[in-house]
């Protein structure tokens, strides 16, 4: 966020305009000495995004949704690993994971941990909102409270309320004497939020590094570190044991299957579509369907010849960087496990790439498959949006048409069918127009959702 002082105007600004420049400062001037972000800065709105009371009202009941398909996940998994299901669900959940972790999240102690942060990412388009993946180790927890807490001081009826955010990751723990937030050098940038968040809350949460291992029977530990990471993470090994070992309270699990973006594949595969709606229930599973786009992954095992990849009539993957690029309205992402698995880093837009450079992602997919597996998704344009920010330097309102991502986070607290998935707060992310991907980043907005 820029702090530079603003440019005094000459003449009379109308009134809305000097409500406005008000209304951002205060946000500015509220803004943490030591930031939220660790060297980001973002646009200013003087206002709240609005969803509308359908969209919001939509938001409220996702959680719930969201997390029967987590539980139907987890079963799967354990299905599929007994022979209950088709073994290949859990052989592509584990593929490219190390022996160690895959034991770790079958262990008896471990195997019905669920994560108990969801939050979604949605593009708003123009039929409706579009569920591109999931994360269990998301950013933007201490932000969203931020803004919560912020623009409710302006009036603003934000979703979640003001301190909904802080509650709600607070409730996630239980009755834990102590909340050890433990932050990864990899995931530094987020350490000043979350410092936030520990602040308010107070003494009873505190932030470490990856080489604190002062831990007690009965604390909590949230675990804000990849698995993919653990080489780099010197306390890893302890916090697991100890969460094994039932001696304190590990979220998110160390389950490497929650942090796979192919778990919509499988949502779409034909041959689990019993599973999916039994375990659902028939209103979720058709709810889930119409919210999330097409999703295959990238497997380069052989065909039969008069066999075709569904939706694509594909025989083969290689010929997916022949297609035109009108009809590569596809998005390509690495599944999970991967330093390129989170943020904007190894996705690839195919209808934004040259012909060599889309056959060149394709080609990385079908190698890295035992290692790494990339999905392919159907992509949905993000619709156009109106947005305002405030430019200090100028001193001025400025519109900005814009394409925007969702990001409602909801705790889940309770065990078991006791559990409940209560959403806390929305942060919105609007680009400009002409950004092909959306993701945080200096041109962009970041404001709360409201109603």
């Known amino acids: 966020m820029t702090s530079e002082e603003p440019v005094r105007a000459s003449s009379p600004r109308p009134p809305q305009v000097d409500e406005a420049a008000d209304r951002a400062r205060f946000i500015r001037d509220k803004t943490p000495v030591e930031g939220l972000f660790a060297g980001h800065e973002w ?34 998994y354990r299905h599929s690993v007994e022979g209950r299901q088709p073994a290949w669900a859990a052989e592509l959940l ?37 569920v591109t993946e999931l994360d269990s180790v998301p950013g933007g927890i201490g932000l969203t409270a931020w ?84 080489d780099n993470v010197p306390n890893a090994k302890t916090i697991f044991t100890l969460a094994q070992q039932k001696q304190i309270r590990l979220t998110p699990p160390p389950r490497p299957l929650f942090e796979e973006k192919m778990l919509f594949a499988l949502l779409w595969n034909r041959n689990l579509r019993g599973f999916w709606r039994q375990e659902l229930g028939e209103g979720f599973f058709n709810r889930l369907l119409r919210l999330v786009p097409y999703t295959w992954v990238i497997d380069p095992a052989p065909l039969p010849p008069h066999a075709a990849i569904p939706e694509l009539n594909l025989t083969d993957w290689h010929q997916l960087k022949t297609l035109s690029q009108r009809e590569r309205e596809l998005i390509l992402k690495v599944s999970g496990f991967s330093a390129h698995a989170w943020g904007a880093r190894g996705v690839y837009l195919g209808n934004d790439l040259s012909q060599a450079d ?50 409602p986070y909801y705790f889940v607290s309770g065990d078991g069918d006791a559990a409940r998935a209560t959403l806390a707060g929305v942060l919105t992310t609007i680009c400009p127009a002409d950004k092909k991907i959306i993701h945080g980043m200096t041109e962009a907005i970041f404001a709360p959702g409201s109603m």
């Open 147 to 230: 803004l919560n807490q912020t623009y409710s001081q302006l009036g603003a009826n934000v979703l979640g309320g003001a301190d909904g955010m802080l509650r709600g990751f607070a409730s996630i723990f239980s009755d834990a004497k102590r909340v050890h937030i433990v932050v990864s050098e990899e995931a530094a940038t987020y350490r000043p939020e979350m410092q936030w968040v520990a602040e308010q809350l107070g003494p009873r949460f505190t932030i470490h590094d990856s080489r604190f291992n002062d831990f007690a029977d009965g604390d909590a530990v949230y675990r804000f570190f990849e698995l993919f990471d653990l």
């Open 94 to 130: 584990d593929r490219g994971k190390p022996d160690e972790l895959i034991a770790l999240q079958r262990s008896a102690a471990l195997k019905n941990e669920l994560p108990r942060v969801i939050r979604p990412d949605l593009l708003l388009t123009d039929t409706g909102i579009c």
């Open 358 to 407: 889309w056959a060149a992602a394709v080609d990385t997919a079908l190698e890295s498959f035992n290692r790494s597996p990339h999905i392919l998704q159907r992509f949905h344009k993000p619709k156009l949006v109106e947005a305002r920010w405030f430019d200090f330097n100028q001193n001025r309102l400025v519109p900005m048409p814009g394409r925007a991502r969702l990001c």
């Open 43 to 76: 646009r200013v709105s003087p206002a709240p995004f609005s969803l509308g009371s359908e969209l919001a009202n939509d938001l409220e009941t996702l959680g719930r949704v969201l997390l029967q398909f987590n539980r139907a996940v987890n079963l799967l």
